[in-house]
């Protein structure tokens, strides 16, 4: 886009928005997600506003980027930058709270540190850890990920009751309720989850809380490698108590600068049931190591540690495979690095067991001479491994050549029919990149 065109498009933006709402030049620098910076940046501060800029932007055939707060975003997540990012982050307000029906909706901006500072008064929490800090509403269900507690509690898929929502060419629609025994409009709201922006721009979420547990405690048990506690990881998962997450990573001491492995279990709820859970686990995993419960300040810490591990990295990759077979997923996550040569830096890796999920994050790839193309070949070879076993692989984060190499190969000709199809009724004019948040 020219100096030119880009100045146009912040102007023609700011003829709908009021001109705060509005950034475009080094004011947009901090939303550089793609590759480059973006003609301008709007930040619609209701529903009707983010229709008003998808209709002129369908009309004229911007490129918009959806996004939430900006926590997601990072540099080189595609080649070439859009004409226009569309932000939530304005949009903070509480819609509707009910503390007797365990429901809230909220715009799609406020984060969840601050639907927490709502709630917890309330004695209420949203048991949901997703990957990263400060993440907002609209961000977690469009990219749909989530963390340690997902074996327990589930994903944004099990806890978003309803969407409102406004679609590329600035129709604005609802799906779902605000209530739990309300399930109309259900499927549509698992099709948005996870669609991370490419179907519409999410401005409103109802979500289902929970009440806040009398107790939470971390038990941990420390080895020396990750083969070493797989088998306790798997059995904690297979036990007739149900932990709120099962954890298992290698995870970086405060001093010295050494690592360790670690088996986090977590245990929640009232104190007898916890306190029947914690003998259960001791004496199931006795044989695997000692378990050791942590003070509440080492316990955030931890936990906090798991949320951080993707942050700064350069490749992030979700593979999976059944609970049971994670001692598999480790043994394919090590291939890939141990391939690599050792010329980039150590992977960080985390297993969220009891969904056989595992996290890899690698801080620093080396760039030379054809780095893209073997990464490709790699990350294809790791593909093919994980479909032989029924597995998955996700690339939920590469420089833009790689992403560009990896392109038709991550999804399924049958994939990308579907998602032609949806796009031509949600998105007629192509113009929502649904790029990372």
Known sequence: MSVASTSGLASA???????????????????????????AVAFPASTDEAARVLTRASEEGWTVEPVGSGTWLWPGSAGTPPDLVLSASGMVRVVEYDPADLTVTAEAGMTLPALASLVTPQHQWLPFDPPGRSHSLGA???????????????????????????????????????????????????????????????????????SLPEVDHTLVMRGSSLDELVDGAVRACALSVTPAAVELFEREVPLGGKSEVALAVRVLGGRERVDAEEAVLRASLASSGELTRLAPAEADALWREVRHLEEGAELVLRLSLTPARIGELIGLAQTLFSVAGGQEERARMAVHAGTGVLRL?????RVDSGWDERWAGRLEDLMGALSKRDGTLTVTRAPAPLRARLKGRESSPVDGELMSGLKAVFDPAGILSGGDR
């Open 361 to 365: 994050a690698m801080p620093k790839l």
């Open 13 to 39: 933006v700011r003829g709908i928005l009021p001109r705060k709402q509005v950034l475009d030049g080094e004011d947009g620098q901090r939303w550089i997600g793609s590759g480059g910076t973006p003609g």
């Open 140 to 210: 977690v269900a469009a990219t749909g990920v989530w963390g340690p507690l997902g074996a327990a509690w589930g994903g944004p898929r099990d806890l978003v009751l309803g969407l409102r929502a406004v679609t590329g060419d600035g129709r604005a629609f609802s799906a779902g309720g605000r209530v739990v025994k309300n399930v109309a409009g259900f499927d549509l709201v698992r099709l948005l989850i996870g669609s991370r922006g490419a179907l519409a721009f999410i401005t409103e979420v109802t979500m289902r809380l929970s």
